[in-house]
């Protein structure tokens, strides 16, 4: 199986992390204060003595959570963040993670926490940020903004994990699905380039990745906006690739979601509803909340009578709980 991201109970920084918790860290990791300094003037081939470093980094204990300056970006480029801390920022960025399954407004608040020097200031977790922050947008129908978050991301691409790119490239066409859905191809066949070259990214997100690239390819399918117009069974053939051996929770979800869909619209009510069913059972596995409204959804539109009609009950009491325009959209009409 493999291993969800954003669920390791291990020791977590301060919320936030202030400079007086990331000089500490290097302190605890190098051995002294001195280590640390004499590490940066090292790599900076003894262009400053180590003494002055360590009164540089003693003032940088005092910024709270201002900018670092120029030791502070030095720092961040030699040591990098603490992990606890990188995995945050990832998890607050990755759309299949488990941020996604609270409270719209409790989700702007972590980013806003966390959003600030030092964990803002490391290029790989600047650009977590700014997709967490689109996904806020998005959530909160926000599209404009959204897709504003995702153009300041630009520059933090460079040199940025693959499955951040990925992550990056998925938002882009669902804004641009939206927006300008003659970009949605172009954008979706960068991600499969991706998702196929990369050989270092972590299981987990290349199961998540590749099951939102299959389902919003099949959306291209279904809604007939790809060249060959609407073909039902080539978008069951696209869920049916996504793996099942080992696959986590979200990815099965957004398997057997997907097939409800598709073999419902071929005329398949039974077999539609017993995979929306499944799909709901994966969500709840994940403790995927927002996805099992989803599943909810699908089984109160294909099951009529008192099973749909409690299905859809269920879904927008979930609805109501996270605050999520997006999801709420499905109800709508």
């Known amino acids: 199986m493999v291993r969800a991201l954003g669920h390791d109970p291990g020791q977590a920084p301060p919320a936030g992390l202030s400079w007086q918790?990331?000089?500490?860290?290097?302190?605890?990791?190098?051995?002294?204060?001195?280590?640390?300094?004499e590490k940066l003037a090292s790599l900076r081939g003894f262009k400053e003595d180590v003494g002055s470093i360590e009164r540089a980094l003693r003032r940088l204990r005092t910024r709270g959570q201002q900018a670092g300056g120029t030791w502070g970006v030095r720092a961040l480029a030699a040591f990098g963040l603490p992990g606890a801390a990188d995995q945050r920022a990832r998890w607050m960025g990755a759309y299949h993670s488990r941020f996604t399954d609270q409270p719209v407004g409790l989700c702007k608040d972590l980013v806003r926490l966390w959003d600030r020097p030092p964990v803002s200031e490391a290029p790989g977790s600047r650009l977590w940020l700014a997709l967490a922050h689109a996904t806020c947008a998005q959530r909160a129908g926000a599209i404009e903004e959204a897709e504003e978050h995702l153009a300041r991301a630009q520059g933090c691409v460079a040199g940025a994990p693959a499955e951040a790119r990925a992550e990056r490239l998925l938002a882009l066409a669902f804004v641009a699905s939206r927006r300008d859905p003659g970009r949605v191809?172009?954008?979706?066949?960068?991600?499969?380039?991706?998702?196929?070259?990369?050989?270092?990214?972590?299981?987990?997100?290349?199961?998540?990745?590749?099951?939102?690239?299959?389902?919003?390819?099949?959306?291209?399918?279904?809604?007939?906006?790809?060249?060959?117009?609407?073909?039902?069974?080539?978008?069951?053939?696209?869920?049916?690739?996504?793996?099942?051996?080992?696959a986590p929770p979200f990815a099965l979800f957004r398997r057997a979601n997907g097939l409800a869909y598709a073999r419902w619209k071929q005329g398949d009510d039974d077999g539609g509803a017993a995979l929306a069913r499944e799909a709901c059972s994966h969500a709840g596995d994940g403790g995927h909340l927002r996805l099992r409204a989803m599943a909810l959804s699908?089984?109160?539109r294909i099951v009529r009578g008192a099973e749909g009609e409690e299905?859809?009950?269920?879904a927008l009491g979930i609805v109501a709980v996270l605050d999520d325009e997006a999801l709420r959209l499905r109800f709508r009409g």
């Open 298 to 300: 699908m089984i109160a």
């Open 21 to 37: 918790d990331y000089v500490d860290w290097l302190v605890a990791t190098a051995g002294s204060l001195a280590a640390v300094a």
């Open 185 to 246: 191809c172009g954008l979706l066949a960068e991600v499969g380039k991706l998702l196929e070259s990369d050989a270092d990214m972590p299981a987990y997100d290349r199961a998540c990745l590749h099951a939102r690239w299959v389902d919003q390819r099949a959306y291209q399918i279904t809604k007939g906006l790809e060249a060959d117009g609407v073909d039902l069974a080539a978008a069951e053939a696209l869920y049916r690739s996504i793996p099942t051996q080992g």
């Open 311 to 314: 299905a859809r009950r269920r």
